[in-house]
C-alpha cells in the first residue's frame, strides 16, 4: 500500500512564475491537508479538502494561492507569480474517512524561488 | 492564537545519555502528538496522548501529557545514533477535529 505521494520533489521557479505541487492521498483516503514549513520551523497549515470540496483554507494566502482535491486525479496546490517568500517545504497529508483521525503525510515539495 | 513552545532548540549528546525535550503551551489541547522527521522527508507519527496525565512508552521512548492537557514531554532512554532527527510536537484544540498547532521542533543529534 503505497503511502501518500508528492511530485515533484524540488521545483526551481524564478519570481512571477506559477508552482504546481501534486498529492496523490493513500489508497482508501478522501481528506488531504496542505502545510508548509520554513526551515527551523514547525508545519503551518494551509487548506483542508475534500473530494471537490475546499473544507478550510483559513492558513492559506488569499491571493496567488489555490488549491483543489477533484474527483479524480491528485490534489494540486497552486501558486501564481511566485515571490522569493514563497521558498518553502510544502507537506501534503492525507487521512481517511474521519478527520480526527490520524494524518500521514508525504515526503514534501521543496519549492525554491530565484 | 495557541502556540507551542519546545526546548531546546537544539540538543546533542552523546550515545548512551538520556534526555528530555519539552513542549509546552498556555493552551489546553484535546490530544497532542509527537512526530519524528528525517531530513528531505515529511513527519511520521511517534505516539498520540489523549488523557490528561497519560504516559506512553515505545522501546526507550516515554511521553507524558501534562495534567492540564497544557504540556507535554518526550524522554528518551539510552539514545542511540539512529534517534537523530527532528522531534515534532503538535496539538490539536478543543474546538477542531482536524486543525493541528505545531511546535517549531527540537534538533537531535546522537554523537556515536
Known amino acids: 500500500n503505497a503511502g501518500v505521494m508528492q511530485n515533484p520533489r524540488h521545483l526551481v521557479r524564478r519570481r512571477g512564475q506559477e508552482a504546481r505541487l501534486r498529492c496523490s492521498p493513500m489508497?482508501?483516503?478522501?481528506?488531504v491537508y496542505w502545510y508548509r514549513q520554513l526551515p527551523e520551523e514547525g508545519l503551518k497549515f494551509m487548506v483542508y479538502l475534500q473530494k471537490e470540496n475546499i473544507i478550510d483554507e483559513s492558513g492559506m494566502p488569499k491571493e496567488r494561492f489555490s488549491a483543489e482535491f477533484p474527483k479524480e486525479g491528485p490534489s494540486i496546490l497552486r501558486i501564481q507569480q511566485v515571490v522569493r517568500g514563497d521558498s518553502a517545504a510544502y507537506f501534503c497529508a492525507s487521512s481517511p474517512g474521519l478527520a480526527q483521525d490520524e494524518q500521514f503525510f508525504g515526503p514534501g515539495t521543496r519549492l525554491t524561488v530565484l | 492564537t495557541q502556540l507551542l513552545e519546545q526546548s531546546p532548540q537544539f540538543l546533542s549528546i552523546q550515545e548512551g545519555e538520556n534526555l528530555t525535550v519539552y513542549c509546552n503551551s498556555s493552551?489546553?489541547?484535546?490530544?497532542l502528538q509527537w512526530y519524528r522527521q528525517e531530513p528531505g522527508e515529511g513527519p511520521v507519527l511517534l505516539v498520540t496522548?489523549?488523557?490528561g496525565g497519560e504516559v506512553k512508552k515505545l522501546k526507550r521512548l516515554t511521553f507524558q501529557f501534562g495534567d492540564a492537557r497544557k504540556d507535554s514531554s518526550l524522554h528518551i532512554t539510552a539514545a542511540q545514533p539512529g534517534d537523530t532527527g527532528l522531534y515534532l510536537c503538535?496539538?490539536?484544540?478543543?474546538?477542531?477535529?482536524?486543525?493541528?498547532?505545531w511546535g517549531a521542533g527540537t534538533k537531535l543529534i546522537i554523537k556515536p
Open positions: 496522548v489523549v488523557t
Open positions: 489508497k482508501g483516503h478522501s481528506h
Open positions: 493552551s489546553v489541547f484535546s490530544s
Open positions: 503538535a496539538g490539536r484544540p478543543s474546538d477542531s477535529n482536524y486543525q493541528l498547532i
